[in-house]
């Protein structure tokens, strides 16, 4: 080798003919700039999932309860402008409740005339006179607030199914029921622990 040759590869960090080779670095391969000058600190990169996830639309809202995923959400049956008008149901339903105001009235009075009541079926029938019992006052007072009650519950409840549009004409039949059931429940208690009719139906069964 000439003596230029060796002097390029000098200048090219080669080292010379003859030379011996530059010490090997034992260190491990930095990763994290643990040889870097004093002063630097290594800034990592963004995360690319966290970008991902910070760009990406938001998820679409859960389904409620009671729907299936995919399909619209169906309106409340239960609302009441979803439900049909019923003219026919609201006229009957009003005409059993105006009935149902003046059998209510008729049979609070008919409970306080009792008494006068139950003397002329004992008259016409033949079956003596009619002894009021002591109690007969009080059960006839019970019986004309039942009354009462019993018809302001049935007007408040066709009313609330009238404005939500359901079916109300049963209501005042179910109330005309259960008031005729208790006005026959009130005159048997009456008439059954009566002497005279007791000893009238006695007779009847001899005979």
Do not use: C, H
Request: hydrophobic residues 45%.
């Amino acid at each position: 080798m000439t003596q230029d040759e060796a002097a390029r590869n000098d200048a090219q960090g080669q080292p010379a003919e003859g030379a011996a080779p530059p010490p090997r670095d034992e260190r491990p391969r930095p990763r994290y700039g643990e040889y870097a000058p004093e002063g630097w600190s290594w800034t990592p990169p963004g995360d690319e999932r966290a970008d991902a996830a910070a760009s990406a639309p938001p998820p679409p809202p859960a389904p409620a309860p009671g729907t299936a995923p995919g399909r619209p959400a169906t309106p409340d049956p239960a609302t009441a402008t979803d439900r049909p008008r019923r003219p026919v149901d609201r006229f009957i339903t009003m005409a059993l409740l105006v009935f149902g105001a003046f059998g209510a009235w008729n049979t609070s009075v008919s409970l306080q005339q009792l008494p006068a009541a139950i003397q002329n079926v004992y008259t016409q029938q033949g079956i003596g006179t009619y002894a009021p019992q002591a109690w007969l006052p009080t059960l006839a007072i019970i019986g004309t607030v039942f009354m009462l009650a019993l018809y302001a519950a049935v007007l408040g409840w066709s009313i609330a199914r009238l404005r939500a549009r359901k079916v109300a004409f049963w209501v005042p039949l179910a109330g005309g029921a259960v008031a005729f059931l208790a006005t026959m429940v009130l005159t048997s208690i009456v008439f059954m622990t009566d002497p005279t009719f007791q000893a009238y139906i006695a007779g009847m069964a001899g005979g």
